[in-house]
């Protein structure tokens, strides 16, 4: 994934008057607590890092940031009632790529634009891993798609849903590698990781973080990583690009998205606010634990360059998939 324009830090940022040095902000913002919808079921990667994110944006800024978990449909219910939120600044989304670049290309007539209807602020960028059931016979990424090469639509692999990015991914490591395999859609990440972890399906691109511990435990098995490189904290798992498989950079975005008519002044102030919670040392080694790169430096003209993008890269993987939603 390109993240030309982002500054992946685990330095902290001078700090300052968070309310003071954005002037003009409308009645003393934010005056009341917050709401941070999480479109995607309790207890998976996003729900994890937007609850930490949501604790300590609410120190920073002096008022309860209240997470509400509104999942459905790649994560487009919840991004939906965002967009058409109240644009007051006390109501935001926790979302992902899937919210903002794969599931708004599924959908026939998608309920928002994912660029036009937010104001965007990227805050971490997440590489994805193939992961297969350690039953499976292969103990390697070339051992894996030599078993996939010899039986076209044999093997399964799981997703968060339709549109999701572990769905995407999977169809885009199907074209790159020139294999066949069948998707199988569950509801969020946990229930697609059970499905693996139980044998119900052959294979996940996960989250690398999420995975590792999986994978540590013998309880699946990482072949690769679909990061731009490879992970300190696995140095031994490949890349796919590594291992010849051309544009199969695979990266999920966290990204902080707020209905796009939002005061500029009250835009600021949590983008300011933001940038100091993700510059945080503590911050930034809980992140780096789950595999998590954060990006200090969350600008919203940045944002919305880098998903206009990846749109752009993913709408013809969409097409070529056939699959909508």
């Keep these: 994934m390109d993240r030309r324009g982002f500054i992946v830090s685990g330095v902290a940022l001078a700090g300052g008057s968070l309310l003071a040095t954005a002037a003009g902000a409308q009645d003393n913002f934010p005056s009341r607590p917050m709401r941070l919808v999480v479109p995607f079921p309790p207890g998976g990667p996003t729900d994890i890092f937007g609850r930490r994110y949501a604790e300590r944006l609410s120190a920073a800024l002096g008022q309860q940031l209240v997470v509400e978990n509104r999942a459905g449909a790649g994560g487009t219910i919840g991004a939906a009632a965002v967009a058409n939120a109240?644009?007051?600044?006390?109501?935001?989304?926790?979302?992902?790529?899937?919210?903002?670049?794969?599931?708004?290309?599924?959908?026939?007539?998608?309920?928002?634009?994912?660029?036009?209807?937010?104001?965007?602020?990227?805050?971490?960028?997440?590489?994805m891993v193939v992961a297969v059931n350690p039953s499976l016979p292969a103990r390697t990424m070339q051992e894996f798609l030599a078993l996939l090469k010899a039986h076209p639509g044999k093997y399964t692999f799981s997703s968060a849903g339709p549109g999701s990015i572990n769905h995407l991914g999977g169809e885009l490591l199907k074209l790159r590698a020139g294999v066949d395999a069948l998707h199988v859609p569950y509801k969020g990440t946990n229930p697609a990781q059970l499905a693996l972890l139980s044998g119900e399906v052959d294979f996940?691109?996960?989250?690398?973080?999420?995975?590792?511990?999986?994978?540590?435990?013998?309880?699946?098995?990482?072949?690769?990583?679909?990061?731009?490189?490879?992970s300190p904290a696995a140095p031994d798992i490949?890349?796919?690009?590594?291992?010849?498989?051309?544009d199969s950079t695979v990266t999920t975005v966290n990204v902080v998205a707020l209905p796009s008519s939002t005061p500029a002044a009250i835009v600021e102030v949590i983008a300011q606010a933001t940038r100091k919670v993700m510059a945080d040392e503590d911050m930034v080694a809980s992140?780096?634990?789950?595999?998590?790169?954060?990006?200090?430096?969350?600008?919203?003209?940045?944002?919305?360059?880098?998903?206009?993008?990846?749109?752009?890269?993913?709408?013809?993987?969409?097409?070529?998939?056939g699959v909508t939603i």
Aim: aromatic share 8%; net charge neutral; charged share 20%.
């Design 86 to 127: 109240r644009a007051d600044g006390y109501t935001m989304l926790f979302g992902t790529s899937s919210t903002h670049v794969t599931s708004p290309l599924m959908l026939a007539n998608p309920p928002y634009d994912p660029l036009k209807d937010f104001t965007l602020l990227v805050v971490g960028i997440v590489p």
């Design 204 to 230: 996940l691109l996960d989250t690398f973080g999420t995975a590792l511990t999986h994978h540590e435990a013998g309880k699946m098995r990482i072949l690769a990583t679909c990061g731009e490189r490879r």
């Design 238 to 246: 490949p890349t796919t690009l590594e291992l010849g498989i051309e």
């Design 287 to 321: 992140l780096t634990k789950m595999s998590i790169e954060p990006v200090a430096n969350a600008d919203t003209a940045k944002s919305a360059a880098f998903f206009e993008r990846e749109i752009a890269r993913w709408a013809p993987i969409v097409r070529a998939s």
